[in-house]
C-alpha cells in the first residue's frame, strides 16, 4: 500500500501529532491569556533563551519549526523501536500510553533542563496530569496508529 512505510509513519504520525498538540497548546495558553506568538517563542526559548521572546514573529516562527521537528524526531524513534520490538504495533494504544509518557518525562526532565529554556519545571498536579494525557493521547495514539497502518502495510 504505502511505497515507503517509514516516510509515511513518521511523516503521518510526526504531522498529525504535532497538529493536534499544536492546537491543543495554543488553545490552552489562550485560554489562559498567552497570545500564539508568545506561546511559540515559549518553545523556540529552548534554542534561544530570555531572547525569544524579543525575537518576534521569526522566533515564534522557529518554535513552531522546532514543535513539528520534535514530533517528527518521536514518530522516528517510535518507528525505529517498532521494527526492534514488533509488540509495540500488536498494542497500539498501550504503546501510545507508555511513549506518551515516556515523552512527557524526557521533553521535562532532560532536554528542556539541558537547552537554554529559561523556566524552571513546577509540578503543578492537575497541569502535569493534563499534560500527560496529551502525550498519551494526542501525541502517541498517532504516532502509534500511523506506524502500526505502516508496518502492517509493509
Known sequence: MHRNPAAFAILAGGLIAGTL??????TFASMR???PMKLWQLVASGWLGESAYQGGWS???????????IMLC????FYSAA?????????????????GV???LAMNF???PLSAYPHPFRF???????????HMFLVGVPISLSTRAARVAA
Do not use: C, Q
Request: charged share 10%; glycine share 8%.
Open 124 to 134: 503543578v498536579p492537575w497541569l502535569v496530569a493534563l499534560n500527560l494525557a496529551v
Open 74 to 77: 518521536a514518530a522516528g524513534l
Open 102 to 104: 515516556g515523552m512527557y
Open 33 to 35: 491569556g498567552m497570545e
Open 21 to 26: 498538540d499544536a492546537i491543543y497548546a495554543t
Open 59 to 69: 522566533a515564534a516562527t522557529l518554535g513552531l519549526v522546532s514543535h513539528y521537528g
Open 110 to 112: 532532560v532536554i528542556l
Open 83 to 99: 521494527k526492534a520490538f514488533p509488540f509495540l504495533v500488536r498494542r497500539p494504544i498501550v504503546s501510545a500510553m507508555v511513549f
